[in-house]
């Protein structure tokens, strides 16, 4: 079994900066893939982006190139998510998911409970 847990979220202005980070924890999480997600009231699950265990390769949604930089710590078992230049429509509970790929929710196994990001202008 496999742990994760998010941190970081919080209530920052329009324009701002914030630094999400998720732990995973348990005897396989290293060489897992790491991903984050959002959910807005009302919405879907959406993919944000997504890290390779091996750290050499990222996938982004269109809504966070260019904004969002995903990155990864094989020795502490963390994945970040750095977002910049954060918008009212960036709202949203974060989620970091562990092992698997792709833009679906469904093709990730292990998920931790969210935090929340609250972009107020």
């Known amino acids: 079994q496999v742990q994760v847990v998010e941190s970081g979220g919080e209530l920052v202005q329009t324009g701002g900066s914030l630094r999400l980070s998720c732990a995973a924890s348990?005897?396989?999480?290293?060489?897992?893939?790491r991903s984050w997600f959002r959910q807005a009231p009302g919405k879907d699950r959406e993919f944000v982006a997504a890290?390779?265990?091996?750290?050499?390769?990222?996938d982004y949604a269109d809504s966070a190139k260019g904004r969002f930089t995903i990155s990864g710590d094989n020795a502490k078992n963390t994945v970040d998510l750095q977002m910049n230049s954060l918008k009212a429509e960036d709202t949203a509970i974060y989620y970091c998911a562990v092992g698997g790929w792709g833009a679906s929710a469904n093709e990730w196994r292990y998920w931790g409970q969210g935090t929340q990001v609250t972009v107020s202008s």
């Open positions: 348990g005897r396989t999480s290293i060489r897992l893939n």
């Open positions: 890290i390779k265990w091996s750290l050499t390769s990222t």
